[in-house]
């Protein structure tokens, strides 16, 4: 929303625009509207309060999602592909139009495409772990849909890394550089967790069936590698699955 914080925001050189309500849920028109006011609607009234600032170089660093691939199959993604055309795909797709208006007013703008955050508290994980604790955990559908995710700490990292990186800027896949099939989180996050996995993989329809529209992002995902992370030499701590979830399940085992 607009008010007195655009006339405080002025005044700064940096912005991080993490804004846009939760995409995990049953869809229907109020939550896809919401979805698509919350990440626009603010990001414009972002790139306003940045306008009215004077001198000093300007960056703002706006989140995105992956979802702006669409559904590729197994196809490797990096930034140079091209949007899909589902519903999450186009909002997105405005959502980074909205960031990169900024640059009309010579501010930088790096748009961060980011994927499965996976932390403590909060994300997929806060649900998954109790699941697989009770040996109720399993995959979805035929488990191979990619997933690509970060853990949270290389997720900050990463927006810290941008920040010193005065050449680096337009679209950043935001994601560890092993993105991995469903059954391999599946396997993985169970190992982990010293659990069995005793339930078959719940089927594609039970999915669509309890989730509708979105049950679709669960059930195709993205394979998405951080190219230009990877090129400019960005340290990632947990590269790979097994190494995030050992260091975010400590103490849960």
């Known amino acids: 929303m607009t008010g ?7 005044g700064h050189e ?14 229907n028109d109020k939550v896809k509207r919401e979805m698509r006011e919350s990440r626009i609607r ?4 972002l790139v306003t309060a940045m306008a009215r600032g004077k001198g000093g170089e300007k960056h ?12 590729r199959g197994d196809e490797p993604l990096d930034e140079n ?25 010579g501010i930088r703008v790096t748009i961060c495409r980011f994927g499965i955050v996976l932390g403590k508290k909060g ?24 997933m690509s995710w970060i853990h949270e700490i290389d997720l900050a990292d990463v927006l810290l890394f941008l920040l010193d990186q005065p050449d680096l800027e337009g679209p950043i896949n935001c994601t560890a550089p092993n993105p991995v099939r469903n059954r391999e989180m599946t396997t993985t996050l169970a190992e982990t967790l010293g659990a069995r996995t005793l339930l078959p993989p719940v089927p594609g329809f039970m999915v669509q069936l309890l989730m509708g529209e979105f049950g ?15 090129e400019e030499g960005f340290p990632f701590q947990f590269p790979t699955m097994k190494e995030a979830l050992e260091d975010i399940l400590k103490g849960e085992v």
């Not at 603010?42 to 009234?45: G, K, M, N, S, V």
């Not at 806060?126 to 488990?143: A, E």
């Not at 679709?216 to 990877?230: E, H, S, Y």
């Open 14 to 27: 940096v912005f991080i625009n993490l804004a846009g309500s939760s995409i995990f849920g049953r869809w």
């Open 216 to 230: 679709n992002v669960i059930l195709k995902g993205q394979n998405v590698l951080p190219r230009r992370l990877l």
């Open 60 to 71: 703002l660093l706006s989140a995105s999602a992956i979802g702006y691939y669409g559904f």
């Open 81 to 105: 592909a091209l949007p899909g055309n589902d519903f999450l795909a186009n909002v997105t797709v405005e959502w980074e139009a909205a960031a990169n208006n900024a640059r009309r007013f």
């Open 123 to 146: 994300g997929v994980l806060q649900k998954l772990v109790p699941l697989f604790k009770s040996s109720l955990g399993t995959s979805l559908g035929r488990g191979d849909q990619w």
């Open 42 to 45: 603010t990001t414009d009234h």
């Open 4 to 10: 007195p914080w655009q006339q405080k925001a002025a």
